[in-house]
């Protein structure tokens, strides 16, 4: 069974960076669409950022020329690199298919706080 495991996360201030990794063991991420996700409390998860086969990369309106998704093929690996953080972006972040199609990770914490 395949299993996600996100890392990266942690405590930045607003304005900062932070790039998180999402690790696939038993699958790869160049021949289906895989996908970030968020869920900040009290709220619905929500897809961030997709990127499909071809490389094609599609994001929400709120993270559009702040966030980059990319993935690394021989690594195997997820990745989203998030810049300008603002507070709003304070959630858990997740990594999927898309849609989703495997069991959720525990997810990485993201907080933006001063």
């Known amino acids: 069974q395949v299993q996600l495991v996100e890392s990266g996360g942690g405590l930045v201030q607003p304005g900062g960076s932070l790039r998180l990794s999402c690790a696939a063991s038993g699958s790869t991420f160049v021949d289906i669409p895989w996908a970030w996700y968020r869920q900040a409390p009290g709220k619905q998860r929500d897809v961030v950022a997709s990127i499909i086969r071809g490389g094609s990369t599609n994001y929400d309106d709120s993270v559009k020329g702040r966030f980059t998704i990319s993935g690394d093929k021989v690594k195997n690996t997820l990745y989203l690199q998030m810049n300008t953080l603002k507070p709003d972006d304070t959630a858990i972040y997740y990594c999927?298919?898309?849609?989703?199609?495997?069991?959720w990770g525990q997810g990485t914490q993201v907080t933006v706080s001063s």
């Open positions: 999927n298919t898309a849609p989703p199609t495997m069991t």
